[in-house]
């Protein structure tokens, strides 16, 4: 393979940054042959100083000097280490030729855009501030040579590695452009922070881009800084109005990578940067990339992914990092009131379902108790594809509206069985509101009479009248008295799907002594102006909650201003909100990403504790989503099932040093 010197791509001196004065200690290695640097391998390693517990995964000594350090861009925090590969005499890494010829794409193939720095390219920088994780370092130097998907449990240092590998592309592309994306606002700017404070890139160098900044901002800022935090929405925004020339771009951080399915927007900047450029990099972070193998192969297939790092919980690697983890599954045995609440709306749709079954529309054999609404609009798109004559005394427009009716109280009697009553009434109130003649019919129906004034009087009397509520208040003031009785401060995440039941769940916890309940959602609008945030009120509404809000419901949370969150999905993903000892599932998913991302939110700094609440019928979900999530693991395993990007062309190339 020819070599082309760096200084053809970019003359000597030019575009690096000013030399700093900030003193640090450097972890020194020896150093590596620059054309070789993509190829992987081992470097020999010089000097007096050797520090051999590091010296396995290396090859060789490492050898720590007293310095200065010329990058200014660690002035603004910490002592930190820096982590150099630079050249020596020896230094043996494997050549080109024990690529496979398929990996071996090369930049006379596809020529960079961006010019790379010939003297920085020669060393890479890792920090040592904190104890240095064998694990974290070479995933971090593998993710700098290939686009890589990193497959690591929640709370074991995945915003480290991306920190390490965007400074380093940072530093060695100085006209370049580094984009760290994460699906929600929260989780970017929780990101921001994180990655300041380990790498400690100047503020200046640093944009946040979101949909608040104006578009004549935003084109300014994409060519004035370097580094830039944003939703994957504003990124693809950005690209599809020129705010961004995606051909600058060297590195992309893809935060929650299994979301990269489908039209979501990370798949379209990938493609859309690709299409620009071969020379950028790729790192994709996830806890779990898929529900299973197709969908993890998608993801692989639309991030270019051409590595696999991935570690398990059982690895003997993690397993002192890792903090215990008790995990409980608690069923919540119907009551009275519930029973009879299940009673009378199998009353009210046992009618639609005779109709749909009697003209042969439902499967054979159906149960009547165990419709969901998935099921029943399965069996309508069923009924849609196949032509079905109809028998006598059926037409079109009512077989469409027993199947809708039967979808709305199915959805009504799931929703009850697992979250509880709170809502129902108001959902039911909402039937006589309908344009629908058929759900105002419906509220005249004897069973419907009488279930409203069920809920009616357990409203009055105030009553839960779910045995899961009764079950969530008994658990979470057995767990702050305890902690109270040990001087310890905690605090707990509450998880359900539904806002609605996640604003039930903040009313009824209002009243309860020793517990502070607050709710976060999202930012999309629902029905009424509800107080976000807010204690028992905020169940009057259903509003979304600004950026601002989420930011500052966070803050206080991690300081204690309240001492139990309750949360739809958006605080599953990634956030790091403090000792949070206890969460409590208030449903299930047979989504094991749904899960794991929900259990990981504990045990991050100590150990911890996650209870699944379950009604009859409910297991089966769980344990569909732990066989699941086992089956994910052993595939992660065997990397060879997956097809892997093999045009990743070499981002970092020099000529040797003597």
């Given at each position: 393979?020819?070599?082309?010197?760096?200084?053809?791509?970019?003359?000597?001196?030019?575009?690096?940054?000013?030399?700093?004065?900030?003193?640090?200690?450097?972890?020194?290695?020896?150093?590596?042959?620059?054309?070789?640097?993509?190829?992987?391998?081992?470097?020999g390693?010089?000097?007096?100083?050797?520090?051999?517990?590091?010296?396995?995964?290396?090859?060789?000594?490492?050898?720590?000097?007293?310095?200065?350090?010329?990058?200014?861009s660690?002035?603004?925090?910490g002592?930190?280490?820096?982590?150099?590969?630079?050249?020596?005499?020896?230094?043996?890494?494997?050549?080109?030729?024990?690529?496979?010829?398929?990996?071996?794409?090369?930049?006379?193939?596809?020529?960079?855009?961006?010019?790379?720095?010939?003297?920085?390219?020669r060393e890479?920088?890792?920090?040592?501030?904190?104890?240095?994780?064998?694990?974290?370092?070479?995933?971090?130097?593998?993710?700098l040579?290939?686009?890589?998907?990193?497959?690591?449990?929640?709370?074991?240092?995945?915003?480290?590695?991306?920190?390490?590998?965007?400074?380093?592309?940072?530093?060695?592309?100085?006209?370049?452009?580094?984009?760290?994306?994460?699906?929600?606002?929260?989780?970017?700017a929780?990101?921001?922070?994180a990655?300041?404070?380990i790498?400690?890139?100047?503020?200046?160098?640093?944009?946040?881009?979101?949909?608040?900044?104006?578009?004549?901002?935003?084109?300014?800022?994409?060519?004035?800084?370097?580094?830039?935090?944003?939703?994957?929405?504003?990124?693809?925004?950005?690209?599809?109005?020129?705010?961004c020339?995606?051909?600058?771009?060297?590195?992309?951080?893809?935060?929650?990578?299994h979301?990269?399915?489908?039209?979501?927007?990370?798949?379209t900047?990938v493609r859309?940067?690709?299409?620009?450029?071969?020379?950028?990099?790729?790192?994709?972070?996830?806890?779990?990339?898929?529900?299973?193998?197709?969908?993890?192969?998608?993801?692989?297939?639309?991030?270019?992914?051409?590595?696999?790092?991935?570690?398990s919980?059982?690895?003997?690697?993690?397993?002192?990092?890792?903090?215990?983890?008790?995990?409980?599954?608690?069923?919540?045995?119907?009551?009275?009131?519930?029973?009879?609440?299940?009673?009378?709306?199998?009353?009210?749709?046992?009618?639609?379902?005779?109709?749909?079954?009697?003209?042969?529309?439902?499967?054979?054999?159906?149960?009547?108790a165990?419709?969901?609404?998935?099921?029943?609009?399965?069996?309508r798109?069923?009924?849609r594809?196949?032509?079905?004559?109809?028998?006598?005394?059926?037409?079109?427009?009512?077989?469409?509206?027993?199947?809708?009716?039967?979808?709305?109280?199915?959805?009504?009697?799931?929703?009850?069985?697992?979250?509880?009553?709170?809502?129902?009434?108001?959902?039911l109130?909402?039937?006589g509101?309908?344009?629908?003649?058929?759900?105002?019919?419906?509220?005249?129906?004897?069973?419907?009479?009488?279930?409203?004034?069920?809920?009616?009087?357990?409203?009055?009397?105030?009553?839960?009248?779910?045995?899961?509520?009764?079950?969530?208040?008994?658990?979470?003031?057995?767990?702050?008295?305890?902690?109270?009785?040990?001087?310890?401060?905690?605090?707990?995440?509450?998880?359900?799907?539904?806002?609605?039941?996640?604003?039930?769940?903040?009313g009824?916890?209002g009243?309860?002594?020793?517990i502070?309940?607050?709710?976060?959602?999202?930012?999309?609008?629902?029905?009424?102006?509800?107080?976000?945030?807010?204690?028992?009120?905020?169940?009057?509404?259903?509003?979304?909650?600004?950026?601002?809000?989420?930011k500052?419901?966070?803050?206080?949370?991690?300081?204690?201003?309240?001492?139990?969150?309750?949360?739809?999905c958006?605080?599953?993903?990634?956030?790091?909100?403090?000792?949070?000892?206890?969460?409590i599932?208030?449903?299930?998913?047979?989504?094991?990403?749904?899960?794991?991302?929900?259990?990981?939110?504990?045990?991050r700094?100590?150990?911890?504790?996650?209870?699944?609440?379950?009604?009859?019928?409910?297991?089966?979900?769980?344990?569909?989503?732990?066989?699941?999530?086992?089956?994910?693991?052993?595939?992660?395993?065997?990397?060879?099932?997956?097809?892997?990007?093999?045009h990743?062309?070499?981002?970092?190339?020099?000529?040797?040093v003597?």
């Amino acid at each position: 393979m020819n070599s082309r010197p760096l200084d053809a791509y970019f003359p000597r001196g030019q575009g690096r940054p000013p030399p700093g004065d900030a003193g640090r200690r450097i972890l020194r290695t020896g150093a590596y042959d620059g054309r070789n640097f993509a190829a992987g391998g081992t470097c020999g390693m010089a000097g007096p100083f050797q520090h051999h517990e590091d010296s396995s995964s290396f090859g060789g000594n490492v050898t720590v000097n007293e310095g200065r350090s010329n990058e200014n861009s660690f002035a603004s925090g910490g002592d930190h280490f820096q982590h150099h590969f630079a050249a020596a005499p020896g230094a043996a890494f494997p050549s080109m030729a024990s690529v496979p010829a398929s990996r071996r794409v090369t930049e006379e193939d596809y020529p960079p855009v961006v010019p790379i720095d010939p003297v920085l390219c020669r060393e890479w920088i890792y920090p040592v501030n904190k104890e240095v994780r064998q694990y974290q370092l070479i995933i971090a130097k593998n993710a700098l040579l290939h686009n890589t998907l990193v497959v690591l449990p929640t709370g074991l240092g995945k915003t480290l590695i991306a920190a390490v590998v965007m400074y380093n592309y940072y530093r060695w592309f100085p006209h370049g452009k580094v984009v760290f994306m994460a699906p929600t606002k929260p989780l970017v700017a929780q990101q921001i922070e994180a990655c300041h404070g380990i790498m400690g890139i100047p503020q200046e160098h640093t944009a946040e881009l979101q949909g608040s900044v104006k578009p004549e901002d935003r084109k300014r800022l994409w060519g004035e800084r370097r580094v830039f935090y944003c939703t994957p929405q504003s990124m693809a925004n950005d690209l599809a109005r020129g705010a961004c020339d995606p051909s600058r771009v060297v590195c992309i951080v893809v935060d929650e990578a299994h979301k990269a399915k489908g039209n979501f927007a990370y798949v379209t900047v990938v493609r859309d940067i690709a299409a620009a450029t071969k020379h950028f990099r790729v790192l994709a972070l996830s806890a779990t990339p898929g529900s299973d193998n197709t969908s993890i192969k998608e993801v692989i297939a639309n991030l270019l992914v051409a590595n696999l790092e991935t570690r398990s919980e059982d690895d003997e690697e993690l397993k002192k990092y890792r903090h215990a983890r008790l995990e409980e599954v608690i069923q919540c045995k119907p009551t009275e009131d519930t029973s009879e609440v299940d009673r009378l709306l199998l009353d009210m749709l046992t009618p639609y379902a005779k109709r749909l079954g009697s003209a042969g529309l439902l499967y054979a054999h159906f149960d009547v108790a165990s419709l969901t609404p998935f099921g029943v609009m399965k069996q309508r798109d069923d009924y849609r594809a196949r032509g079905t004559n109809l028998p006598q005394g059926f037409s079109e427009a009512g077989v469409e509206s027993d199947f809708g009716m039967l979808s709305s109280l199915a959805g009504l009697l799931e929703h009850a069985r697992n979250y509880g009553h709170g809502t129902l009434l108001a959902k039911l109130e909402e039937f006589g509101r309908a344009s629908s003649s058929a759900k105002k019919a419906l509220l005249k129906t004897g069973p419907c009479v009488a279930l409203v004034a069920l809920l009616r009087a357990n409203q009055a009397g105030g009553r839960e009248g779910h045995p899961k509520l009764t079950k969530l208040i008994d658990i979470l003031t057995e767990h702050f008295a305890r902690n109270n009785c040990a001087g310890k401060s905690t605090r707990a995440i509450v998880f359900s799907h539904f806002r609605d039941s996640v604003q039930e769940i903040v009313g009824v916890l209002g009243s309860v002594d020793g517990i502070t309940a607050r709710y976060f959602i999202g930012q999309g609008s629902g029905s009424g102006k509800g107080n976000p945030g807010a204690g028992p009120d905020a169940t009057t509404g259903n509003r979304g909650m600004t950026q601002k809000e989420q930011k500052q419901l966070v803050r206080d949370f991690f300081a204690g201003h309240f001492n139990v969150l309750v949360a739809t999905c958006i605080a599953e993903e990634g956030l790091d909100i403090g000792e949070v000892d206890l969460i409590i599932n208030f449903d299930t998913h047979k989504s094991p990403i749904r899960m794991i991302q929900r259990m990981g939110r504990t045990a991050r700094k100590r150990s911890g504790r996650v209870i699944t609440l379950v009604t009859p019928g409910e297991e089966k979900k769980l344990l569909s989503s732990l066989k699941s999530a086992t089956a994910i693991q052993k595939s992660l395993r065997n990397k060879k099932i997956f097809p892997l990007y093999e045009h990743n062309p070499r981002m970092v190339r020099g000529t040797p040093v003597a």
